[in-house]
């Protein structure tokens, strides 16, 4: 009885343990989240720090203008406009790593890939390859620092981070203006473009602080994502070369790759990509299990019950998606990369609709995926109809979770161009990319 006794004591202490640590992790992580922003904000930027959610000042509770001008930014005409200097720039990189006689590592180059693509076409800033190479180190700088405490001293991470922000700043507010005075012979409008004008159509014209927060903003949503989901989907095919032989079957199919291997000229449009269904699935598959994002945090605005537990208003909550697509009842076999799960003859993520969430959820949800989505299918088209590649270590490396999803040590691959002509680099390619401004 005594025993029984102690067994129950012991259980009691060991589930208030564990709630007092999940509620302290809640505490600590969301607070370190809105020192994040208070931290590497301008003083002077006065727009609040919203509860909960990413956090993201530019875009918080009280900017719903700002989200019908994010509708316009990542809008079908916005993308299509966007598609061609994608895709330029995904196929210079590629050659440039077919070029290379060294294995490359992935997940860096990855990195750089997106930050380029962010500064290239989202923000239409034409600057030089070598301030570019200088901007991103900056960033990385910026972004190792950007959960540091706040503590100012000399080679702090804090100090590091500020003065790699104000250095981003001023990088940031030279495009910016260069960007302003060259209006002549622009062929379209980006990201940044449609921010000013739609913010002027709102009576809104937003300042330059504003500006550079806003874009710093969303370099940041897009950089570390979209690298991470980059570098999975890489790894996907190197694993399962029978999936990639599919999609190189869909893309003969669709006459976007000659039955001798190399590619068609043209151009690719939104439509052609919405009609390769494979490709889809295999996109999908590859954020299903390997989400870059763990979770996300929601303030909550009205007492609700949940399995019968009260969860009151006011409380912090954290929503993991890992943990919903690990647990989800509609995906069969569930550790299993099958992108022919998403295929219209199974379609396992149709029944329910909080059982798939890459991009998170609701009102929330992230604002990019449409062009993380394009960005992803251009990848694996022009990785599918220019590129061979293979692992260059014994064994692929293993997975950590923080800050996002991402190998060990990145990921070495070895690439070869298809056709070695391809492997040049071709001048025009920067020519027409800064036509853009
Ligand atoms: C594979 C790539 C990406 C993934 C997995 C991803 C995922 C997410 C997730 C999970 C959230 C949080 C949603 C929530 O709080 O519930 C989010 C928010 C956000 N994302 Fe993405 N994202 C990606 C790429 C992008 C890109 C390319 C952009 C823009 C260029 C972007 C812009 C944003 C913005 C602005 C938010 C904040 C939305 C808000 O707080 O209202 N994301 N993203």
Redesign the pocket.
Known sequence: MLFEGLELVSALATLAACLVSVTLLLAVSQQLWQLRWAATRDKSCKLPIPKG??G?PL?GETGHWLLQVFSKIFSHEALQNYLPKIRLVIQDTLRAWSSCPEAINVYQEAQKLTFRMAIRV?LGFSIPEEDLGHLFEVYQQFVENVFSLPVDLPFSGYRRGIQARQILQKGLEKAIREKLQCTQGKDYSDALDILIESSKEHGKEMTMQELKDGTLE?IF??YA??AS?STSLIMQLLKHPAVLEKLREELRAQGILHSGGCPCEGTLRLDTLSGLHYLDCVIKEVMRLF???SG?YRTVLQTFELDGFQIPKGWSVMYS?RDTHDTAPVFKDVNVFDPDRFGQARSEDKDGRFHYL????GV??????H??KLFLKVLAVELASTSRFELATRTFPRITLVPVLHPVDGLSVKFFGLDSNQNKILPETEAMLSATV
């Open positions: 959610s990413m993201f875009i989202l969303l949503a897009a994502t979209t989901a989400t870059p994002i996300g998606i890459p991009f998170g959820g929330r949800t992230c604002l990019g995926k062009l993380a």
